[in-house]
């Protein structure tokens, strides 16, 4: 449903599945180093998402649209991430960089009407996630909240950690007070406050910072800030 400017309802058939924005707003989470990929499934789940995009286009889940500006932005992407691959890297790494390009090939190839409604069903759960998370974040300056346990940070690669959390799901304490991510910044359920912070501004003027039109919009630049 979306509203108009009567103030009235009207139906919109959408091709895009909740289950499939679900799928890809699980992975956006995963990409930008949120405790949800830790432990290596950021990778697991890069080389598992075009099987599942795939397979939800196969069951009328959502529908694609190949265009070929997004092969060729795929392919520019392909390019300079190959460029980055360190000299003396195996095939798996090259191979890595071969499934982001198609990742993000995917998802532009959802039909273009359906790109807003994914835009604002993402908004409304990612900002639904920073409410949560800030409310945690500032009660723990006062009292230390009881946590789901201590984890283990990683940043896609098992031998690179920016040490241990707390995990309150939508918001991740950093236990090491000798570390930069302790400085009484918020970050949310990501590894550092720069991981909110990029996925916040491109929100936000993705969404135009229309706060009328997305209600949860206002807790992302709160987030933000």
Same mark, same amino acid.
């Given at each position: 449903?979306?509203?108009?400017?009567?103030?009235?309802?009207?139906?919109?058939? !959408?091709?895009?599945?909740?289950?499939?924005?679900?799928?890809?707003?699980?992975?956006?989470? $995963?990409?930008?180093?949120?405790?949800?990929?830790?432990?290596?499934?950021?990778? $697991? $789940?890069? /080389?598992?998402? @075009?099987?599942?995009?795939?397979?939800? !286009?196969?069951?009328?889940?959502?529908?694609?649209?190949?265009?070929?500006? %997004?092969?060729?932005?795929?392919?520019?992407?392909?390019?300079?991430?190959?460029?980055?691959?360190?000299? #003396?890297?195996?095939?798996?790494?090259?191979?890595?960089?071969?499934?982001? @390009?198609?990742?993000?090939?995917?998802?532009?190839?959802? @039909?273009?009407?359906?790109?807003?409604?994914?835009?604002?069903?993402?908004?409304?759960?990612?900002?639904?996630?920073?409410?949560?998370?800030?409310?945690? /974040?500032?009660?723990? =300056?006062?009292?230390?909240?009881?946590?789901? #346990?201590?984890?283990?940070?990683? /940043?896609?690669?098992?031998?690179?950690?920016?040490?241990?959390?707390?995990?309150?799901?939508? %918001?991740?304490? @950093? =236990?090491?007070? *000798?570390?930069? /991510?302790?400085?009484?910044?918020?970050?949310?359920?990501?590894?550092?406050?720069?991981?909110?912070?990029?996925?916040?501004?491109?929100?936000? $003027?993705?969404?135009?910072?229309?706060?009328?039109?997305? *209600?949860?919009?206002?807790?992302?630049?709160?987030?933000?800030?």
């Amino acid at each position: 449903l979306i509203m108009t400017n009567n103030n009235t309802y009207q139906n919109q058939v !959408h091709t895009t599945s909740t289950i499939a924005i679900v799928v890809i707003f699980i992975y956006f989470l $995963m990409v930008m180093r949120c405790w949800l990929g830790f432990g290596g499934r950021t990778q $697991m $789940m890069t /080389y598992a998402f @075009p099987f599942l995009i795939l397979g939800l !286009h196969a069951s009328g889940q959502l529908r694609l649209v190949f265009k070929r500006r %997004y092969v060729i932005y795929a392919f520019i992407v392909f390019f300079f991430n190959v460029m980055g691959v360190r000299s #003396g890297s195996n095939i798996n790494a090259y191979i890595y960089q071969l499934f982001l @390009p198609t990742n993000i090939l995917l998802v532009l190839c959802i @039909p273009d009407d359906d790109k807003e409604y994914v835009l604002a069903k993402i908004i409304k759960w990612f900002g639904s996630i920073m409410f949560i998370g800030v409310l945690i /974040y500032l009660a723990n =300056l006062v009292v230390d909240l009881p946590s789901l #346990g201590v984890i283990k940070s990683d /940043y896609g690669n098992l031998d690179i950690s920016a040490g241990y959390f707390k995990n309150y799901i939508a %918001y991740i304490k @950093p =236990l090491d007070s *000798d570390s930069t /991510y302790s400085f009484l910044r918020f970050n949310g359920p990501f590894i550092e406050p720069g991981d909110l912070g990029c996925t916040a501004a491109f929100m936000l $003027m993705a969404a135009k910072f229309d706060f009328k039109r997305y *209600d949860k919009l206002i807790w992302i630049l709160i987030a933000l800030i």
